[in-house]
Every structure is written in structure tokens, then in C-alpha cells.
């Protein structure tokens, strides 16, 4: 019976479509990946040094002849971020692609339970540092730039007997034991500095503090960040005075504390209020807090509430009024109790909320900064990207998968998909510089086609077919990409690694930079170019 099917497979079968009779035939040597365009970055890759060197300084280490290659270990770790997986188990996923993991110098794919084992095996200091250097090297060279920190934490849910899984603030799941990430980004180019997972009761920032001071230390008087950005959990005394003692800005919310309301109803009937863009209207003070050692500069903003929104309460209130149409009867109930919640907030007790026949919501900002109000506000505004970073790597880049019951695999994970997280963000702003493509869309558009690979006269070819709606346009923009790399590697043979990482970099973020080129006044037009 098995040599008949056997033969039958080799001589193929018929299927009835509705198309009419197709006849198929199993091709099961074929070299072919459906993640056909591939290539393109892991040219990049090769280009740039980022892999090579990533591989070489992993101080994962065998003793056993049988143990799986560090670079088929590493390499299946790259393949999977980039497939979208968030489970070691989807790593059979990519078993049968018989173009890439050769491209990028594998003999083989490992087994999830290989790649699993050898993350247990890494020591936790020695992995730290492996990956905080390079991490490090990706944005690096930007850091001669004036930029923006943006601190934040998020948290990942977890469903097992995790290593810390502690009930911790969850706003999405109440009660469920979770990990905390506090993370790091660079402000405009969506780039992570850093991410630390800790124990889901450790959310404060006063957890994160360590390490952030430790990191920005680290770094020389000409990279630190020009001021550190932060929601109302870091507007407190500890995060302020680290910044102060160290001549770094700030611009941190403030809790709705006693004494902020306070402030608010004495500077509602205040004239001089000026426009802060986006409806919004603002004014300054000085406050001093309970707590604070010191007066500091306050913003004062607000903007009416939308009809709407009066009756529903806040911001939040809407987003709860969604979520209420999906919870069952027993649920609303206590929705509508935490919407009373939100009303009575959005209240606060304070006649002066409404201002001449006219509701506001307000928020409170505290900076060191010296900048006009509008300039503050806008400044708050842009950290809105920090939250599409969270959105982007827990649901799109596996941030919020990969668990293991040892909180140090996920801290490595973690910190292994930031980093082909910030080598992918370089590559898409290489062929699109104008905006950030999320994976959700840059996924399809540069990775996902079908390739075959082809062997005659010693000579490789891979036939590419994109199964994109704009395979044309990302043909177009791969091609050009693959030509500005191969400028740099025939025309710039002098320079050292990190002088072509910086051009790469220039190339990438010219609108950033200002079409300038990084550590030089020369524009980016006198480099290789598209």
C-alpha cells in the first residue's frame, strides 16, 4: 500500500475545480519559500555587518558534538520574529523553506526545541550585555543627533505558572498575573533603546529607574537625549530629581492629585490663556507638591469636551462605552458603575470645570523644559508613538508570545525581537523613508512572495513572485535598495563597519536628519544614493 502511494504521488492526481480539472503533481525537493522576498534583507543584513557579528559575539557555548550550530540557532530565532511567529512551536513553520535559511548561512533550521534549550542555556549577565550591545549598535550613530527618550511599561498577560507572574496592574485583564516591560524608545525614528521584563507587581517606574540611569550613564555628555517624555506615572519627585541631577529635561503628566485639581480651579478664570494646537489651550504656573523637594514648572491645558463625550465622561469613558457592547449583562453592570466612576472624575468637584457655559477635560504637564506652551503640548503629543511601539511589537512582533516559565528566556526574547524589530524599521525606511510601515502592512508588502531556487552552471537564481496587490511599486523600491547597498559596498571600500552603518542610517532617516549625512554637515545627495 505504501509503494502504491508513493508511486501514485510521483505520478501526481486530478482535482475537480471549479476552474475545471487541474492537475497536480508534488514537488517535494523543490527549493522554494513563501517568504520569497526575503533576500532583499538579508542582503542588508550581509551589507550592514548587524548579523554577523551578532552571531559571532553570542556567548552561547556547546560542550556536545551533536548540539545544533550557534548560527542555525540564531538564524531559526531571526526567521521566526520575521515570519510574524509569537510561539516557539510555530518554528516548524519555516522547516520546509529551502531558500533563506541557506542564504543567511545556515546549514539547517533548528527545532523549537533546540532554539528553547539553547536560550535556557545562556547565562543571564553575559546575554544581557550580548544584547544590550547590540541593541546599542543599531541606533547608535543616531544618537549624535538631538533626540527624545520615551519611557513607558506595558504588560504582557500570562496564562501559566510563569517565574514572576504577579497580579500587577492590568487595565485590559484585571486579576490575571502578568510581566512587566519597561521600555525605551528613541522619540520620531520608533527606534527601542532598551527593554527590561519584570515581575508583574513591579509596573512603577520606580522599577525602571536602575536601569534607565544606568543606560543613559553609560552614554557620553554629546548622545544623552535632550529630555525625557513620560505619562503621569513618571511625573513624580524620584523620576524628576534623576533627571535634574543629571542637566537632563523632562516633560511628565501629573496625576489628577488634590492639589493639581487645586491648581486647575485657580487658573480657570485666569485670562492670558494661549492656543497649544489641536483645540487645545494652555497656560503656566509653578507648582510644589507635596513630596517634591523643589517648585517646578507646570503646563496647564484644556479643550472643550466634545457633546459627545460630556455625556459619556472622558476619553476613557468612550473607550469603555465600546468594550461595553461586548461584555454580557452581568458585566454592564459593573461598566456602568466605573462610567459613573469616569463622570464623577471628569467632574472632580470643580465649578470651574465649566467655564462660561463650556465643559473642558484638561491635562497638567511638569517640565524643565524652557519652551513655549504650544511647543510643550506639542512635545506630550508626539509621545503618542510610544504607545503605536507597544501596539506594534505585542501584537505584531511577538512581544506579547514566547513565553517560557523562566522569566529570563523572555527577558532574551524580548530583547531579540527589539533588535530585528529595529533592523527591519532601518530596511522599510531604506525603500520608504516618508513614514514608519508597521509590520501589519510591511510584512505583506516586503517579505510574503513565493521563490524558487535554481542551480545551473554554478550560478544561483531565485525566480520571485510577490503575492502583494502592489507587487509592481515593492518590486520597484526592493530593487533600488539592493542597488544602494551594492553602492556602498563597491564605492565606500574604506571605510570602516560603523562609517557604512552610519551611511545606511543617513540613507534611512534623511527626513530625520534632515538630508544630511550622520556626523558630517555634507548633505545626503553627495553619498550613494537612490
Known amino acids: 500500500m505504501e509503494i502504491a502511494a ?51 559575539d553570542c556567548p552561547l557555548r556547546y560542550s556536545s558534538s551533536n548540539a545544533p550550530e550557534k548560527r542555525n540557532v540564531l538564524g531559526t530565532l531571526v526567521l521566526s520574529v520575521l515570519a510574524g511567529h509569537w510561539r516557539y512551536a510555530h518554528i516548524n513553520a519555516i522547516r520546509g523553506d529551502g531558500v533563506n535559511p541557506g542564504l543567511l548561512g545556515m546549514t539547517k533550521v533548528a527545532s523549537e526545541d533546540s532554539v528553547r534549550r539553547a536560550m535556557k542555556a545562556l547565562e543571564e549577565e553575559a546575554s544581557g550585555e550580548w544584547m544590550k550591545k547590540h541593541l546599542k549598535a543599531t541606533y547608535e550613530p543616531l544618537l549624535e543627533e538631538p533626540w527624545v527618550l520615551d519611557v513607558d511599561t506595558t504588560v504582557k498577560p500570562l496564562y501559566g505558572h510563569q517565574e514572576d507572574a504577579k497580579v500587577g496592574y492590568n487595565p485590559t485583564k484585571p486579576g490575571r498575573p502578568s510581566h512587566a516591560y519597561h521600555s525605551y524608545f528613541i522619540g520620531r525614528v520608533r527606534m527601542v533603546a532598551d527593554m527590561e521584563v519584570q515581575a508583574g507587581n513591579q509596573t512603577a517606574p520606580s ?12 552614554l557620553s555628555k554629546q548622545q544623552r537625549p535632550v529630555f525625557l517624555r513620560g505619562d503621569s506615572h513618571w511625573g513624580a519627585e524620584k ?91 452581568k458585566g454592564r453592570k459593573g461598566r456602568r458603575g466605573r462610567k459613573r466612576k469616569a463622570e464623577k472624575q471628569l467632574s ?44 506594534e511589537l505585542k501584537n505584531q512582533w511577538g512581544w506579547a508570545g514566547f513565553t517560557t516559565k523562566d522569566r529570563q528566556r523572555c527577558q532574551i526574547m524580548g530583547r531579540v525581537i527589539a533588535l530585528v524589530y529595529n533592523w527591519w524599521t532601518i530596511f522599510m525606511r531604506l525603500g520608504l523613508p516618508d513614514k514608519h510601515a508597521e509590520a501589519i502592512t510591511s510584512r505583506p508588502l516586503a517579505l510574503h ?82
Request: overall charge neutral.
Open 6 to 56: 508513493n508511486q501514485e504521488a510521483e505520478a501526481g492526481t486530478s482535482l475537480d475545480t471549479f476552474g475545471g480539472k487541474v492537475h497536480v503533481r508534488w514537488a517535494t525537493e523543490a527549493a522554494v519559500s513563501s517568504l520569497g522576498l526575503m533576500p532583499f534583507f538579508i542582503e542588508f543584513l550581509k551589507t550592514s555587518g548587524r548579523f554577523d557579528k551578532w552571531v559571532e
Open 348 to 391: 472632580l468637584d470643580l465649578p470651574e470645570l465649566t467655564h462660561q457655559g463650556v465643559k473642558y477635560e484638561y491635562a497638567v504637564l511638569v517640565t524643565s523644559l524652557p519652551d513655549e506652551v504650544r511647543t510643550v503640548a506639542q512635545h506630550y503629543r508626539d509621545r503618542g508613538d510610544s504607545e503605536n511601539n507597544f501596539d
Open 239 to 329: 523620576a524628576m530629581q534623576g533627571a535634574e541631577e543629571r542637566g537632563l529635561g523632562f516633560v511628565f503628566k501629573l496625576k489628577q492629585s488634590t492639589n493639581v485639581k487645586r491648581l486647575i480651579g485657580k487658573l480657570f478664570d485666569r485670562t492670558g490663556w494661549k492656543d497649544a494646537g489641536q483645540k487645545w489651550e494652555g497656560v503656566e504656573d509653578v507648582l510644589q507638591l507635596s513630596g517634591w523637594s523643589r517648585e517646578r514648572r507646570v503646563v496647564v491645558l484644556r479643550r472643550p469636551v466634545p457633546e459627545q463625550s460630556a455625556e459619556e465622561g472622558t476619553v476613557e469613558g468612550q473607550v469603555e462605552g465600546t468594550v461595553e457592547e461586548k461584555v454580557t449583562k
Open 207 to 218: 522599577y525602571a529607574q536602575p536601569e534607565m540611569w544606568k543606560f543613559l550613564d553609560g
Open 449 to 530: 512572495g513565493i521563490a524558487r531556487q535554481t542551480r545551473h552552471a554554478n550560478q544561483t537564481t531565485l525566480e520571485i513572485t510577490s503575492t502583494h496587490a502592489e507587487g509592481q511599486r515593492i518590486q520597484e523600491v526592493l530593487t533600488k535598495v539592493s542597488g544602494f547597498l551594492k553602492r556602498i559596498k563597491t564605492t565606500a571600500k574604506q571605510l570602516t563597519e560603523l562609517e557604512r552603518w552610519k551611511w545606511i542610517l543617513s540613507a534611512a532617516f534623511r527626513n530625520f536628519l534632515g538630508g544630511r549625512l550622520l556626523g558630517h554637515e555634507a548633505r545626503l545627495a553627495d553619498a550613494p544614493s537612490y
